[in-house]
């Protein structure tokens, strides 16, 4: 499996590739959720195998971080 973007990022609904008004709207909902929460939430941004690639490559850096997750809500340091 490769890291490109085909790859990676739901394409059909994020054309992020395509100049456009889709892409436009896209950009703009992102600055708007920011500026608003300070975060932005693209449900199905990745696709499956996005997901199982960042999962993976996160799984192998995990022993490496100074902290790990309590039932992805806590947040303890070794």
Not at 28 to 34: A, D, F, G, I, Y
Request: hydrophobic share 40%; with cysteine.
């Amino acid at each position: 499996m490769t890291n490109e973007a085909e790859v990676l990022i739901n394409l059909e609904d994020y054309p992020i590739h395509q100049a456009g008004a889709k892409r436009d709207q896209i950009i703009e909902t992102v600055r708007t959720q920011l500026a608003k929460d300070g975060c932005a939430v693209l449900k199905s941004f990745l696709t499956p195998d996005g997901v199982r690639l960042l999962r993976d490559e996160a799984d192998s850096v995990a022993p490496f971080c100074p902290f790990i997750l309590w039932k992805d809500k806590c947040l303890f340091y070794r």
